[in-house]
């Protein structure tokens, strides 16, 4: 079993930043593929971005591309997203999620078998 908890989320302006981290505790951490998914109310939950065990390959959604930022530090458990030049179309509950299968399938969230509760991110204009 593993446990994801997600932390940093807040309230911004437009054109903030935003550093969003997720610790893992049980198996191990740096076996497992990471994503960072998010969901609007009303929508459908939506790939963010995602990386692989060793932050060697990491994957964008086309409107995070240049602006935010995955990565991982395997010995303190955690993924973070960076998250710069926000909009208010980026307000939602942010997850992180684990894949442990060794198969990386980024942008699906059905690829991962763990999910973290969720932290809310909220950008005004």
């Known amino acids: 079993q593993v446990r994801l908890v997600e932390s940093g989320g807040g309230s911004v302006q437009a054109g903030d930043s935003l550093k969003l981290s997720c610790t893992a505790s049980g198996r191990a951490f740096g076996g497992s593929t990471m994503g960072w998914f998010r969901q609007a109310p009303g929508e459908e939950r939506e790939f963010v971005t995602g990386v692989t065990r060793t932050g060697a390959i990491t994957a964008y959604a086309d409107s995070v591309k240049g602006r935010f930022t995955i990565s991982r530090d395997n010995a303190k458990n955690t993924v973070y997203l960076q998250m710069n030049r926000l909009k208010p179309e980026d307000t939602a509950v942010y997850y992180c999620?684990?894949?442990?299968?060794?198969?990386?399938?980024?942008?699906?969230?059905?690829?991962?078998?763990?999910w973290g509760q969720g932290t809310q991110v909220t950008v005004s204009s």
């Open positions: 999620a684990a894949d442990e299968s060794g198969v990386v399938v980024f942008r699906s969230p059905r690829s991962y078998e763990y």
